[in-house]
């Protein structure tokens, strides 16, 4: 009990928190659907800067590998998230939609293509602003609400965390639709982040 009362700590601490809904990929199914995604994504620069994900990087017996491989279910819909590049306070995945047929087919999130650029009287990059929409195929430390049908991105830009950005996705009409994006580039030691982009329409706008 002590053990996993300081794991859970130390993961709260990282904002590495599985979430509360999510389910371990059964074994006998894990290898059939990873082999899909990575044969979907092979190439495809989909993990952090555009590297490709590092499947390797976790096996079975690690004690995270069932946080960042899990399957989550949006009514009757399932999504398998898998565990793709990785770093000291970051994690990303990526996505498969299991459709109807049996088939599965990959996930791209629309995402901001992001201007940053100096205050007044700041030598530092501190603030940005939204100049266009893209499409990207890995998320970065999810927590995911299979009730509300949505996905929270927290990334952070070092440990603090006074450096971040935050995304929140709704699944509608069988798209995943950014609804937000919170940006912090800050050097102060504070979480002080400002709303960069804001979609009160439900409709998706960047597209495959």
Do not use: H
């Amino acid at each position: 009990m002590i053990r996993f009362a300081i794991y859970f700590l130390l993961l709260s601490m990282t904002g590495l928190v599985p979430s509360a809904n999510a389910g371990r990929i059964p074994n006998e199914l894990f290898d059939t659907i990873q082999s899909k995604a990575k044969e979907i994504y092979a190439n495809k620069g989909v993990g952090y800067n555009g590297n490709d994900c590092d499947w390797d990087y976790l096996t079975p017996d690690r004690e995270y590998f069932y946080i960042y491989n899990q399957v989550y279910k949006f009514d009757e819909t399932s999504f398998y998230a898998f565990g793709c590049s990785y770093g000291a306070y970051n994690f990303w995945q990526v996505w498969l939609r299991e459709e109807q047929n049996g088939d599965f087919t990959p996930i791209y999130f629309e995402y901001p293509e992001i201007e940053y650029y100096s205050s007044d009287n700041s030598d530092e990059m501190d603030r940005s602003r939204v100049t266009g929409m893209t499409i990207v195929g890995s998320l970065c430390n999810t927590t995911i609400d299979e009730t509300e049908w949505t996905i929270r991105t927290d990334c952070k830009g070092r440990g603090l965390g006074d450096i971040n950005a935050t995304g929140f996705w709704k699944y509608i009409d069988g798209e995943f639709v950014l609804q937000y994006y919170d940006d912090d580039n800050t050097l102060d030691l504070k979480k002080n982040p400002i709303r960069i982009y804001y979609n009160g329409t439900g409709k998706r706008y960047a597209k495959i």
